[in-house]
């Protein structure tokens, strides 16, 4: 029995777009806090920091972006390219104020403007230092000394004070007057990269981090060291703590002495007693993962914003992890780069979050609303494949290179997501899980070892995090397996593999029911229909094949796809199929025609994860390109337009109808080009030929006032009507208005003209032939009159 034409799926259009929008590089946040400004690859991103989109993107073709800074007016931006150029930006519109040289010899690798936002200061690895002046748009300084590549530059904060610092590669801090460009001291101590330096103004100190593992407190007065501090860690990040601010929470209480922040290799924030030299807090809780290098930097960059009170701190993976300064609570996260999204799973009471696994050993839940990002941590390897159920999505499941399988629960209020089972039997990385639907009792995953599990599970009883037991095991399949999946009612357990095999096991026992053969290759995805005995198998071959749960034979296959179908998913009660492919495709079918009926192409990569909402009105991919697209379903929207549509264009040919019965031809015509129909427009064309001259000039000035695409649909008409000797003159007339009343530039604006000039030329030359014989027989007529009146004459006389 065929579905209702409604109940089908028509198209899913692209709703929203998540791409990566910080790939490492400098990240600074605006003056209240609303946009986050970051490199991404050749550009800068402005991030909405509500809802974690990007706004716009601050690009220049092929000039890739070194480093930029923003000025104090939350206006101007200025970015250094590794063409060697500056570039002066007012981000709010994304529009180039202007550009110039840098005049360094090598990249400019540090920026940062005064107060004032009138200077800014640029460092090249040349080891020079130039100040700028953005308003009169001169170099005002070249200030000499350094040697090698700037790490640090800084403009004294009071705008009284007309000194600058920079370090560069001999880990020397030098202070230059700018009144004379010559240097008032040099602070020497530390022996490795200078990363962060803050001056106490009132107390005319300064504190200095690097990457030997120190802070050091200075007096600006003597340029002279008062305290080396050891951190034990490189510290990539430093920032002040507002002299005489208290934060009990922090353990900041001593408001007569300064306090600043350190971040670095060890994924921690630190708070530290500059004038006794002493840490006073140390976090705890700290959501920063630890690299897989050791001794690489954790935290690269920490920023405050003192009109929100936001402390942002940026992670070596790309994620911005905001905190509450009172204490430390976690406002936000943003993940900036997920690199290879390999699966997606809708998450939460709802189905309100979406959990991603990227190529990262945490999982990432994005809340839909706000795209605030968390991470679950547990994992020690990249997490491959995810899972929850319709009869419960506060549940999920996911697996890793590990070779462990893990639980965990979403509870609402307060939000949290925490691990509350895990299961480690596996002997290979595990590729595929799969949960119960009918009931949360069990869950399977499939391995590399070949091997195919079924776990307890009770989540309801489960407190803390206990350990899964194994209710059976099999090996399954003689290579990996990719995709398992288990029947609406819990009864069945489909198994795919590289082995080019699917198979059918009962879910009680394990027990091999049947063996579907007829791939070329080996299976990427199996899926169970909600409605009929049929499972769906998606192969590197580019082939989907429907079987039969009954005699397990091939029912039908779907072909379309010309690369390995990645990811399948039945929609609309099991009469569509939704798949995913390697070549960044997605398409959807009708299984009772076998007709794909959609294809959606947004995607730059292999499409390796797709889900599908439970109600098929929203479905989300994920692919190697690093973007999260939500697509949402346009059927019901596209049918009303196309009913729209075609009531319109009724009432539109009637009105055309009553204009030709009317007599009014030239309103006539401009309707019937609007509507696209070429053969009316050539009738009305020719009523207006045999109405005489003066029709013909009110034609003209109708022609001259059309649309640009009206015209062009009057050239296309043209073309054709010029092939046929019946209705050249009428393309002739139209193409001499066009000629006479238009420059060259405006024809060959038109999109048809390119096109057109071949075919008017040929046919053009064959009505001119045909002419010039026309003209030839034509003038051998008064001839002919004359030789026969010159005979008669010459009868007349003869006959007197």
């Known amino acids: 029995m065929a579905p209702p034409p409604e109940r089908l799926k028509a198209n899913y259009n692209v709703s929203v777009k998540l791409e990566p929008f910080f790939t490492g590089g400098k990240v600074q946040v605006n003056k209240d806090g609303e946009f986050l400004l970051c490199q991404c690859g050749d550009r800068i991103h402005v991030i909405d920091t509500k809802y974690g989109k990007t706004i716009r993107s ?301 190529n990262s050993i945490h999982v990432k839940v994005y809340d839909i609303e706000t795209m605030n990002c968390t991470l679950l941590k547990g994992h020690t390897d990249l997490v491959l494949a995810l899972a929850t159920s319709k009869s419960d999505f506060s549940i999920l499941v996911t697996s890793s290179k590990d070779n462990s399988v893990r639980v965990w629960k979403m509870s609402q209020s307060p939000f949290e997501i925490s691990c509350i089972a895990q299961g480690n039997a596996h002997t290979g990385s595990v590729g595929s899980v799969a949960l119960s639907r009918s009931k949360l009792s069990f869950l399977v995953s499939g391995s590399q070892d070949t091997c195919l599990k079924i776990w307890k599970l009770n989540p309801i009883q489960v407190e803390g995090n206990q350990n899964l037991s194994v209710l059976h095991t099999v090996v399954a399949h003689d290579k990996d397996i990719n995709a398992v999946c288990i029947s609406p009612n819990d009864n069945l357990i489909a198994s795919g593999s590289q082995d080019k095999l699917a198979k059918i096991w009962s879910s009680s026992d394990l027990k091999l029911l049947g063996v579907l053969r007829g791939h070329r290759r080996g299976l990427w995805a199996v899926q169970f229909s909600p409605a009929d005995q049929i499972l769906a198998s998606g192969s590197t071959d580019g082939n989907i094949m429907l079987w039969s749960l009954i005699d397990y034979s091939c029912l039908k296959t779907l072909e379309g796809h010309e690369s390995s179908v990645l990811r399948i998913h039945f929609v609309s009660k099991g009469y569509q199929l939704v798949s995913a492919a390697s070549d960044g495709l997605i398409k959807l079918w009708t299984i009772k025609t076998s007709e794909c009926v959609a294809t959606m192409d947004a995607h730059q990569s292999k499409v390796w994860a797709l889900a599908v909402k439970s109600d098929d009105s929203l479905l989300v991919s994920g692919a190697g390109d690093s973007a999260l697209i939500l697509w949402k379903d346009v059927t019901k929207e596209e049918r009303e337009a196309a009913v729209q549509e075609k009531e319109k264009r009724i009432l539109e040919e009637q009105q055309l109808a009553n204009l030709m019965q009317k007599g009014l031809l030239l309103e006539a015509l401009g309707l019937a080009i609007h509507l696209d129909q070429p053969f009316r427009t050539l009738n009305i064309l020719k009523e207006l030929m045999d109405q005489g001259e003066g029709a013909l000039n009110d034609l003209e000035k109708m022609v001259v006032k059309l649309s640009t695409n009206q015209k062009d649909s009057l050239l296309r008409y043209s073309t054709s009507w010029n092939t046929n000797s019946r209705h050249c003159h009428q393309a002739q007339m139209v193409l001499n208005i066009l000629l006479a009343n238009h420059t060259p530039e405006e024809l060959f604006s038109l999109p048809s003209m390119k096109s057109a000039i071949a075919g008017l030329l040929m046919y053009n030359e064959r009505h001119m032939q045909r002419l010039s014989r026309l003209r030839l027989n034509t003038a051998i007529l008064p001839y002919t009159a004359a030789k026969i009146q010159a005979t008669r004459s010459d009868e007349v006389m003869e006959t007197n």
């Open 58 to 358: 601050l690009i220049q073709e092929e000039d890739e972006v070194i480093t930029f800074a923003i000025g104090l007016d939350d206006e101007t931006l200025v970015s250094s390219h590794k063409s060697g150029l500056l570039r002066h930006w007012n981000w709010k519109d994304g529009s180039v104020v202007r550009t110039w040289k840098s005049l360094h010899l090598t990249p400019v690798i540090e920026l940062v403007f005064d107060t004032t936002t009138t200077l800014v200061a640029s460092g090249g690895t040349d080891g020079s230092l130039k100040i700028w002046d953005i308003r009169r748009q001169y170099c005002t300084h070249n200030l000499k000394g350094g040697s090698g590549v700037y790490s640090m530059i800084k403009f004294h904060p009071d705008p009284k004070t007309s000194m600058i610092f920079g370090a560069s590669m001999d880990c020397k801090i030098r202070c230059w007057d700018l009144k004379t460009s010559k240097i008032l001291g040099v602070l020497e101590g530390h022996f490795s990269a200078v990363t962060g330096f803050t001056i106490f103004t009132s107390l005319n100190q300064a504190i200095s981090s690097g990457r030997d593992k120190v802070l050091i407190h200075w007096d600006l007065k003597t340029y002279s060291q008062l305290r080396i501090i050891p951190t034990y860690e490189c510290t990539e990040s430093l920032v002040p703590i507002e002299f005489g601010e208290s934060i009990p929470l922090l353990k900041v209480t001593d408001m007569k002495h300064p306090h600043v922040i350190s971040a670095g290799e060890r994924g921690v924030l630190r708070i530290w007693n500059v004038k006794n030299g002493t840490e006073v807090f140390t976090q705890t809780d700290s959501l920063v993962s630890q690299p897989i290098v050791e001794g690489a930097p954790t935290i690269t960059q920490i920023e405050y914003n003192k009109v929100n009170d936001h402390l942002y701190v940026i992670t070596f993976d790309h994620n911005i992890i905001v905190h509450q300064l009172k204490d430390l609570a976690l406002v936000k996260q943003y993940a900036g780069y997920n690199d290879d999204i390999l699966d997606i799973a809708w998450f939460g009471e709802g189905e309100t979050h979406l959990a991603v696994a990227t």
